[in-house]
């Protein structure tokens, strides 16, 4: 007892003291392993757009639409978008080898692209036979939408452009008739020229006639000199802008003065650049103006473009960003990249705050949005009013 008391008392005096007491049993280390966290996968997203070809303009602009608008918001709830860029060579046939190579070699869950709307049409079924959703920024023929569970559009259709075309011509043009300009190669021209035709004679205005002319034609002096035989008052000419400035070009030159009106297919810089005055003046229904960005992604993203690319927006960079944006909300609402919960919150956006406003999905793939109504005047696209639908 005495000698237990005696070994107490030590141990309270080492406690005390500080001295370590060292226990009879072996000490064992306790070793924490870190936690090792699997990495994040990014989210594989293709585009599939004319970088080479006749179209090449038009590719390359929606490109730096949407690779400005990857840069300014790279992630979706924490996971990197990485971008695929497939060239369709401005050729709609090459367009379904392009779409299926993107989904079976590549491994992407979702494509921006085209923006033409005959190489959508065309590659549209590739998109539904996988289940992969696809979102074209500027194929506005409702054909590409159609009947296709797994396509969108970012954009108008060419029936809500035309009518809104043919009001401009009757209502503030004046036209009581027209001369229509389609260039045949393209379903884009093709539908817009319909469409308008028929809104136009609805309004109580004639269509003359309609003339078909190819891309890459050069020389529209015939078709100039009969539409001013006709006494047209207007000539509708839903083309591409190299075809719609020569037009123009060689409607000055022989002494024309009638009213050109194009559509959403000449808002590029190479317009002005290649018809010069003779395109002072012209009307066109369009997607966008910088004067209509007010929202607050549209004024960050306008600021974000000039000070990369220093220069202005035009409208397919502006549309290749906006097609960007909306996907990117559609998966982050779907918390998944499966192609069938992408699909779905696509086909469910609704009031999503873009570049220019609210805007909604439609039936059938077609976004609700308003048409823009520009004119180039002083060498620049002047923006006149936007009416929505």
Known sequence: MKR???ILLAVAMAFMLGIPVVSAQKQVPLVIEPTVMPPVEPILVGVY????????SYGESTWDGIRAANEMKPQVS??????????????????PNVVERLITKDKVSAIIGEAFSGPSIAAGPVGDK????MISPTATNPLVTMGKKYYFRACFTDPLQAEIAAMLAAMNLRAKTAVVIVD???????GLGNYFAASFTKLGGKVLYTTYIKTGDKDFRTEVT????????????????TEVALLAKQAKELGMNIPILAG?????????????????????TGFFHEAAMTTPLGKDFLAFYKKKFNKDLDGNSAM?????????DAIQRAKSEAGPDVREALANTKDFEGLFGKISMGEEGNMVRAVVINQVKDGKFTYVTSISP
């Open 4 to 6: 237990a008391l005696t």
């Open 49 to 56: 757009l004319p970088m080479t070809g006749a179209a090449a």
């Open 78 to 95: 924490g996971r990197e978008i990485r971008l695929f860029l497939a060239d369709t060579k401005s050729d709609k046939k090459e367009a």
């Open 130 to 133: 996988y289940e992969i959703p």
């Open 184 to 190: 045949i190669t393209h379903e884009y021209s093709v």
């Open 226 to 241: 009969q539409a001013q035989a006709a006494k047209a008052d207007l000539i509708y000419a839903p083309d591409y802008f």
């Open 264 to 284: 959403d297919a000449v808002q590029l810089y190479d317009l002005i650049k290649l018809g010069g005055e003779a395109v002072e003046g012209m009307y066109f």
């Open 320 to 328: 290749g960003a906006e097609a960007y944006f909306v996907l990117m």
